[in-house]
């Protein structure tokens, strides 16, 4: 069997209102809760299990999460960022505010979930498809 990601766990102080917004953004269903978490799986089955943190932690350790989506769904996902008048970047240092790349021949955005996350949404994988 060949590794594979399975499942990572994405702090918030509000679970359901990051996942509803993760949901949104990248057009997944939200499943089932499963104890504390509410997942998102992606369609290579790599699950997402958003799960509150303790209350005592103030603040949460901003993490990084890149999707590769199809240009449809980056089209979709990028109208929805627009119509909810979200700050975006071309880059992940923030620059090319509102706007986005064209990396490797495709499209590319970053931009922050309610948790403080980074999401970054592409068209081409890094270095562009293998020959």
Same mark, same amino acid.
């Given at each position: 069997?060949?590794?594979?990601?399975?499942?990572?766990? =994405? *702090?918030?102080h509000d679970h359901? =209102?990051?996942?509803?917004? %993760? $949901?949104?953004?990248?057009?997944?269903?939200?499943?089932?809760?499963?104890?504390? @978490?509410?997942?998102?799986? /992606?369609?290579?089955?790599? /699950?997402?299990?958003?799960?509150?943190?303790?209350?005592?932690?103030?603040?949460?350790?901003?993490?990084?999460? $890149? +999707?590769?989506? /199809?240009?449809?769904? +980056?089209? $979709?996902? !990028?109208?929805?960022?627009?119509?909810? #008048?979200?700050?975006? %970047?071309?880059?992940?240092?923030?620059?090319?505010?509102? &706007?986005?790349?064209?990396?490797?021949g495709g499209r *590319? =955005? !970053? @931009?922050?979930?309610?948790?403080?996350?980074?999401? &970054?949404?592409? /068209?081409?994988?890094? #270095? *562009? %498809?293998?020959?």
């Amino acid at each position: 069997m060949s590794i594979q990601l399975n499942h990572t766990i =994405v *702090g918030c102080h509000d679970h359901r =209102v990051s996942a509803e917004f %993760w $949901a949104d953004i990248l057009d997944l269903p939200i499943g089932p809760p499963l104890g504390h @978490f509410i997942p998102i799986s /992606t369609e290579n089955g790599v /699950t997402f299990d958003f799960a509150n943190v303790p209350g005592d932690i103030k603040e949460i350790q901003p993490q990084h999460y $890149a +999707f590769l989506v /199809t240009e449809a769904e +980056f089209d $979709a996902a !990028y109208g929805k960022i627009q119509r909810y #008048g979200l700050d975006h %970047w071309a880059d992940p240092q923030r620059r090319g505010v509102n &706007e986005i790349n064209h990396n490797d021949g495709g499209r *590319g =955005v !970053y @931009f922050q979930d309610p948790g403080g996350h980074f999401l &970054e949404l592409i /068209t081409m994988p890094y #270095g *562009g %498809w293998p020959s």
